[in-house]
């Protein structure tokens, strides 16, 4: 479990920090970030969380976990739009991270030069097993690195891959239980063969 680390007051010079929450599809990762969101609405910390306008499989705007736990969010088109719309925010939010643009790790490092806590969960992989969008760079630049896992619905070891159920090659696919499964390396894959 991630415990933040020290919590600035007012006379703390402004140090802000990067947190990646990856994993594969069904493994905790909104989730996560609404916990470590409460937590921080506990210590009274201004929150602004955003999410890609294009996600609308749960809700327009909120950000829901598959327990469906939800918080408001400010759904945006591109990861710049971020930094006017966060002005006041202790705590920078930032869930589907795959799917924004590629200026998205630019965006979260401006933020916390500004003093910001930035946490950023998304997919680390696409359905392919491979590196997805903006979260290999975001990895590289992040403070903390929380990697969830799910538990792989065919043979139920650790899954850190998503299998895509039909045989669509259309990169970005939205979807849910009806498209993705959780499956450990081997189960992935073998494919239809499991």
Known sequence: MFIEPHIQNEQDEKRGWIEVICGSMFSGKT??????????????????????????????????????????????????????????????????????DMELPETCEKLAIQGKRVIVAGLDMDYTGNPFGPIPAMLARADYITKLHAICVKCGHIANYSYRKNSSRQKLLLGEKELYEPRCRVCFYKGDEV
Not at 89 to 96: F, L, M, N, P, Q
Request: no cysteine; aromatic share 6%.
């Open 31 to 100: 989730e996560e970030l609404i916990r470590r969101l409460k937590r921080g609405a506990i210590a009274h910390l201004e929150t602004s969380t955003f999410k890609p306008v294009m996600d609308t499989r749960y809700h327009h705007s909120d950000i829901v976990s598959h327990d469906e736990n939800s918080l408001s969010s400010i759904p945006v088109d591109h990861s710049g739009k971020i930094i006017p719309l966060s002005s006041g925010a202790k705590i920078v939010a930032i869930d589907e991270a795959q799917f924004f």
